[in-house]
């Protein structure tokens, strides 16, 4: 009888280990976007800039280039010779082209989509070729990167936003919406200067996928009193 009772409990423990575990929440929720480029990263197609959010980048500049947007960077910024080919990251409808409101110049383009999400393309390097109310496919060429100094030499890159596809008023982390290897993507780009740190909170916001969302026309979520890198190391 003891001899049955081990070999039913060491036949349960075998089943329960070989039932799949459940999926983590990151795993359930599948992220709804791809790339905005069709082709691989590398150093002669593209490369990731800068990250979305508290960059020390966007921290140098917070009161003046992203003081619209609470002083964090609104996108993400991919490194790419001009007239590298653009692709929507997901299905959906053109409803801005060229839209002065948005900067992001000297051409930009504003996709909404079915989930209620809106992808913007700044510094693309002409007009899109797609036009206002013209339904377009995930993966689908609709432009060509630029350069916001117009030389392509100085910093050619696409910026790429996903805000509300309402009122455009609030931008979301692409890191957690589009599906990619974003940490193989950092070690081979040239974001190197990483995240902001508040000495009084300095665990919050360091890490890409940890990164808030931002109302335009917000208040500074990063005005600190003590942080590092200082100012002075940034000029």
Not at 218 to 228: C, E, F, H, S, V
């Amino acid at each position: 009888m003891r001899f049955v009772l081990r070999l039913s409990s060491f036949v349960f423990l075998l089943t329960a280990l070989s039932l799949p575990a459940p999926p983590s929440p990151a795993a359930a929720q599948a992220r709804p976007f791809g790339l905005p480029f069709a082709s691989p990263p590398g150093p002669h197609t593209w490369l990731v800039g800068q990250m979305y959010g508290n960059t020390t980048g966007a921290y140098r500049w917070r009161r003046v280039m992203y003081g619209a947007g609470q002083g964090l960077h609104f996108g993400v910024d991919f490194s790419a010779r001009c007239g590298t080919p653009v692709v929507a990251i997901g299905d959906g409808v053109v409803t801005k082209v060229d839209a002065e409101s948005h900067g992001a110049g000297p051409h930009n383009l504003m996709i909404d989509h079915p989930n209620g999400y809106a992808s913007f393309y700044g510094h693309l390097i002409e007009r899109a070729s797609v036009d206002v109310g013209q339904p377009v496919a995930r993966g689908q060429a609709v432009g060509y990167t630029g350069d916001p100094d117009l030389t392509c030499s100085s910093r050619p890159h696409l910026h790429l936003e996903i805000r509300d596809g309402y009122s455009y008023r609030v931008a979301y982390n692409p890191v957690t919406l589009i599906d990619a290897d974003w940490d193989t993507l950092m070690l081979t780009g040239s974001f190197q200067r990483g995240y902001q740190r508040d000495l009084d909170n300095p665990r919050q916001w360091q890490f890409p996928e940890d990164q808030p969302e931002i109302r335009f026309g917000g208040p500074l979520l990063n005005d600190y009193a003590r942080t590092w890198p200082p100012e002075w190391l940034n000029r």
